[in-house]
């Protein structure tokens, strides 16, 4: 691990020190971002991704980091594409007379799986508890997953709803440690 943040640090702070945003801003140079909450019952992992009604009600200190990626990836978006059409204009104003540049399309897919007592599945889809999702190694040192079905979002509150969504689907029990876990 590379931080340990104690129950006084702030989501802002988590958000940070993990390097969260880096993580989404890497996304536009083609690399692939994985955030993973493991812990203890109780530990706040939930909190923590703010997968729990992580919406407009929710005071912006409490969000965790789900919100705040959905946040940074769609204002990401926006930026670029207000740099590219400053730069057409600028080409446009300049007299470039070599072919316009394309229009970079953006589409973000989301899938949102849950792991519990070895069994995964796609919390996206009603009919999860039948659908097979396997976890493979593709043999270039890094993990597929096949089975999950990813649902296009065209926005930072069409994403929230799907998580929102999501969360329904997880699996959850009391347990000794926490009476309401997501188990």
Do not use: W
């Not at 640090?9 to 801003?25: K, M």
């Not at 690399?31 to 706040?44: D, E, K, L, P, R």
């Not at 705040?68 to 204002?75: I, K, M, N, P």
């Not at 996206?124 to 040192?141: E, F, Y």
């Amino acid at each position: 691990y590379d931080y340990v943040l104690g129950p006084e640090a702030t989501q802002q702070e988590v958000y940070e020190r993990c390097g969260v945003q880096n993580l989404v801003d890497s996304c536009f140079q083609g690399v692939n971002g994985t955030i993973f909450a493991y812990g203890q019952t109780g530990s706040g992992k939930t909190y923590t991704m703010g997968s729990f009604a992580a919406g407009a009600d929710c005071p912006v200190d409490n969000l965790g980091i789900l919100p705040r990626v959905a946040t940074r990836l769609f204002c990401r978006i926006e930026e670029l594409k207000l740099q590219h059409q400053q730069e057409a204009e600028f080409e446009k104003e300049n007299g470039y007379d070599g072919a316009p540049a394309e229009e970079t399309v953006f589409t973000v897919r989301l899938t949102f799986l849950e792991i519990h007592k070895e069994v995964v599945r796609d919390l996206l889809r009603p009919d999860a508890a039948s659908i097979k999702v396997k976890v493979r190694d593709n043999g270039k040192g890094s993990l597929r997953i096949s089975g999950l079905k990813p649902v296009v979002v065209r926005s930072e509150e069409d994403l929230l709803t799907h998580v929102n969504r999501g969360c329904i689907m997880r699996t959850t029990g009391s347990t000794l440690m926490n009476e309401h876990s997501s188990r």
